[in-house]
């Protein structure tokens, strides 16, 4: 089982690095951006999304914990927004480091994200995943998810009382 644990300062810093790192990476591979500026331009889009840090109203970071072990085996990034007409939560980054991949870990924290929205009467969850990204894709449609024109979407059921 795994618990969404915030981030504190020194996990934000990490996560930070690997995300812009990563971001870069992937808009490289894909052929949007150049080698030479990719880092910056990560860098820039990262704090236009965060620009109060893990502050930032509307988002929330988490580490992703496994609950036998107390050992952080992820992280997970997820801003709520308004979309049409329709309360999303958008999930800008889910990450299982390598060697608890394949474990269940990241279907659990999507379960505990869904659960989560769900109980603040978010009506959907939204992402990209790179098409490149099989394994993720593969994740996604099996927990639910179905693709659209800006990515994958999953409807939130309503809670009832």
Request: glycine share 6%; charged share 25%; net charge positive.
């Amino acid at each position: 089982m795994v618990e969404l644990k915030a981030m504190d300062p020194h996990a934000f810093t990490a996560f930070k690095k690997r995300v812009i790192h990563q971001y870069a990476y992937e808009r490289v591979r894909i052929g949007d951006w150049s080698p030479e500026d990719a880092d910056l331009r990560a860098r820039r889009t990262f704090d236009n999304l965060l620009p109060e840090g893990a502050k930032t109203p509307g988002h929330y970071l988490w580490r992703i914990v496994d609950t036998r072990s107390a050992q952080e085996v992820g992280s997970m990034w997820v801003q709520c927004r308004q979309r049409g007409t329709k309360r999303s939560g958008h999930l800008l980054d889910l990450f299982i480091e390598p060697p608890f991949r394949r474990k269940g870990y990241a279907r659990q924290a999507m379960q505990q994200l869904e659960a989560h929205l769900q109980a603040q009467g978010i009506e959907e969850i939204t992402l990209h995943v790179f098409e490149h990204n099989v394994a993720a894709r593969a994740l996604y449609q099996l927990l639910g998810f179905h693709v659209d024109e800006d990515g994958m979407t999953k409807t939130i059921a309503r809670q009832t009382d």
